[in-house]
């Protein structure tokens, strides 16, 4: 039975225990789309996607139509892709250039890049009425992410990316110009789950031996130590960075450089390789670019909804409180040789996607814990690990891979916002 | 121009990868492949580059192994069991591109329920090029690639031979 409009949060989720009617109850997400993607801030694109003057790309603003727009002064605009005078979408292609200003097919009206109505056919019959410009989104940009909220006064963008900032940096910083590229498109794929059970699924490390067996009895690959060890061998731990971003830090358990391209001491690096290890020793000092050449890119999810995983740039697409759409590209570095970008990009289908190695695995469990909660409503226990993770002088958390520390980090931070 | 029996071999191949792929015959499919066969399923459709685009599935023949590998585990939770399919293959047409080589253009639909977690029936319909050669007297599949024509929508899981 649905709840009422007035869902207490803090009887629903608790300490590491989480009431399984928030990922199926249709009240409760009509309370997260405002709360957490209207009123706060969550990822929309990257400005590689729209490089010149008038690109744009469609985007979903928790269900709200919106086009991420480049405009004549080089500045990112994100505007409703709704026509104010009727409601028609104004954008229907996924990508594309609008020519300087963006036209609705329905009756003529012209909006400029800024959103600005610009002009509308037979304008003597709309003399002295109010015709509105189209809603602009609040845009913030570090480094090239590009996140947005409908809120026009929200808690400052750094204050919410919080540490979320140094994931960004580590996953940036892979290039030695310090510039990644979105420019091979997007695969998108649909599960028939709750957006959350995503969430929890991607930054979850206790679910890999048994979720991605197959793969582990059919290949050598770097997540082998995450899979196969003892449970007191394992040395990649779970990290809360704090504001619901955390993070599953592989690189704990890497021996040797560039592991995180699919490099060992068994698989010596390509020439391409090397040289790419050689830019970066140029690029930065030598511990900084020992540690990049060791750790790679960050596997960590930035609250709601943008997953940084590894080499692969991931965020989810919240339409419907039954169903995500997962989308997906490969992170392509600039100041590299193509053949480290085309390497990126086979990564990318081998882990992610409908079809990949790892992901339709996560897909059908996550799909079979989202019937289970058609029936009566249970606890989900995330408490693994309460008794052993440990906190920093920062207030970072830290523990054992396979403790639930991170999924609490996103349900703490998830209660904090909807019992705001 | 090819022969009336060169046309009937190559049909006879295309629809038996079909069945073996319906069926989940893992080890029967893979016996059908050169040993550099590429499987490809881009995203885009018009003159696409796999080293400049993201494709759904772009494997070369190690990584063919491996997934047949993974699907023979018993623990490939996204084909276990696999998935009851149907595909039809028509409109086959065939062009004869060198000495007992030959490019295979053919559209099929794809009925597929998927029984591991959703119960739900999925269409998947497009195009297959096939590239055929002849290895040791037989007739085997080199390349194949398949436009769906919803590679760009989203997609739900495609772990079964597609």
Redesign the interface.
Known sequence: MALQNTNDYSALIGNGLVDSRVYRDESIFKDEMKKIFHDGWSFVAHESEVPNVGDYVRRSIGGEPYLVVRDRAGEINILSNKCTHRGTLLCQQEKGNVRGAITCWYHGWVFGLEGELKSIPYEAGSKGLDHQCLPKATVGNYKGFIFATLNSDPIDFLDYLGDGASLIDRAVECSPVQKIRLSTGWAKFLYKTNWKLQCENNIDGYHVNYVHASLARSIESRYNEAVLAEEEKLKTTAVDWGNGHSELFLAAGFESDLEWLGYSDVKPLKPFAATYRDQLFDAYEESRAARIVRDGPPHALIFPNLFLAETNIVYYEVNDVGQTVQRHTPMLLEGVSDEVNVRIIRLCEAALGPTSFFLPDDGVITERQQAAFQGEPMNIDLRRGLGREKQDGMGVMESHVTDEVTNRAFWNRYKEIMTA | MISNEEYREVCELIYREARFADEAKYGEWESLLTDDMEYW?P??HDNPD?????????DNRS?VS??I???K???????VPPSPMTRVISNVEVESTGDDEYTVSSAFMLGELQI???G?LHWWIGRLEHRLRRVDGELKIARKRVDLINS????????FL?
């Open positions: 399923v995203i885009e796999p080293d400049t685009q993201l494709s759904l599935l772009y990584r491996t997934r590998r993974m699907l585990t018993g623990v490939r939770h996204a084909q591991q977690s959703t739900d760009k929508e989203a997609v739900p899981a495609l772990a597609i």
